[in-house]
């Protein structure tokens, strides 16, 4: 017999706390109810989780989750577990005594969820005992890494296309929040979902502010500027190099900010251990490359700050949608120049791959910086890059909140570009500008004699260092590396000479003198945040208080207990009694029961 959607929803009720399903929820769990495969393609925090949860409980049998990280099992099953429901997880990092126990429940059907890496599944072993069990589903998470052209490749995920053939009648679903329509073709080909139902929904996240600035001086001073702004919150910060990110996060503490690095090069149990306290903190950041990944499903990260660009608008969106997965307000903050275009593009050269594989990683780092660059709502570009119609401007990204004015700046890059051709390309961008300017110290007569010598009287010295940014972002200039001391090139032959010719229109932006940061956007509090009124913000810090306490003493995240946006809705009801605080979004059966009277007593104590 088949469950229906209201069985699903009074799950999602009674086990979960929460009022109705959300966007494409309904639909996907209808779809594995029925016992069909499916893609879902859901934003970070749309509840992609929850598809395939609740199937599992109600589907008889075992529902099997691949998932590629460690962290990303540890938290989802710290979760269900407080919520009540029967989960576990096999990876390398349980002992056997409990991989053992844990088996022992599988053949006993006491379990409605069993956690296992790619590679952990497809070892003969487990695949012996599971052929041997049934199954209700199988979950494939964060399946665009079984894809070449995604962006978190993972040789283990093509494997498990071989699951159709041994599972034959086993539903499968692949769910993933960032997959453009290739990666999509990629895996249902790859997964062998050839018949699945395709669910994607929209990959808006109207909780997340994106905001994008071109680098001005040194970026570290910049990112201390925005922590500074963002105190008390929780925030990742993206940096390209492990010592960047050492850097950065000594720079952070020296400000009196509780910071970490985290990148591959370190010791695992360090790593561990400082994922750890990120994740139990409530205004930690955590400063990290990519290493730093899909294993972070903190929900009340507050801000995600790329002090180094990402490599694609797929990586883009899956980094940035590291912030407010609880789906409370979070920012987006990303800095950028042109010297870091020129190395993302060499760095894909220096690779040893298909050329038709580079070729696509250019274009996407392109379309990266066109995004960045670009004039227009820069939520709404994302979303059409991953073929969203009909998107309209998000109302509260930089360019939304100010769009940059620009002018016709064709004259100004046509003298650039010229000079740039007369000095043979031997010359870095500071002593461009002072060619322009005419106020290069004791020219040489070649210099001096030059046409291009002091034309550029126009604009300014910052004036100009813009300009040639701009070029270099659309290619019609190009950095050479030059160990660390960059030249200034042409760049696209074809683009230099329709500029020459007049054909081609340069547009720069318009330098508002003095302009405030567009990212000063300065949230003060987590109960700002969350808009709760100034007279539940004492109780909403209690009923934090209280919930630090207890995360401590069960060595859990915080946000495993409760979220911020169910402790808030607390503070505000002041419920009196059990019926009353079970009725509120996130508090389930499993934990009225388990904290009810705790919770209570707070409100109580506060009141009283
Ligand atoms: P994803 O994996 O898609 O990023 P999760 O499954 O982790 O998202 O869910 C994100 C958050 O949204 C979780 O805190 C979850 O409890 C919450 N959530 C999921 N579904 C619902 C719903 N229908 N109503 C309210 N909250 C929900
Ligand atoms: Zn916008």
Redesign the pocket.
Known sequence: MTASLDEAREV?RRT?G?????GL?GEVITEALAGRSALAV?????????CYQIPSMLRPGLGLVVSPLIALMTDQVAALQQSGVAAARLDSAIEPEERAQTWRRVEAGELDLLYVSPEGLMAPHMMERLRRTPLALIAIDEAHCVSQWGHDFRPDYRTLGRLADIFPDVPRLAVT?TADARTRDDIRAELRLEDAQEFVASFARPELALFAERKSGPAQKRVLELVAERRGRSGVIYAGSRDGTERLAEALRQAGVDAQAYHAGLDKHVRAHRLEAFLEAEDAVMVATIAFGMGV?K?DVRFVIHADPPGSIEAYWQEIGRAG???DPAEGITLYGASDLAWALRRIDGREMDEAVKQVQVRKVRQLYAMLEGAGCRAAAVRRYFGEEGVEPCGQCDVCLSPPETQDATQAAQKALSAVHRMGGRFGRGRLVDHLLGKTKDPSDFEAGLSTFGVGQELSAPGWRDLIDQLLFEGLLREDPNDNRPLIALGDAEGVRAVYRGERQVRARKAAPGAERKTAGRRRSAASDLALPPADQGLFEALRAWRREEAGRQHVPPYVIF?DRTLAEIAQARPAAQRALGAI??VGEGKLARYGEAVLAVVREFEG
């Open positions: 999602l979960f929460h009022a109705d399903f959300r929820q859901l934003p970070t925090g749309g509840g992609k989780s929850l929040a499903d929900p997965r609880d789906g979220h979004s996130g």
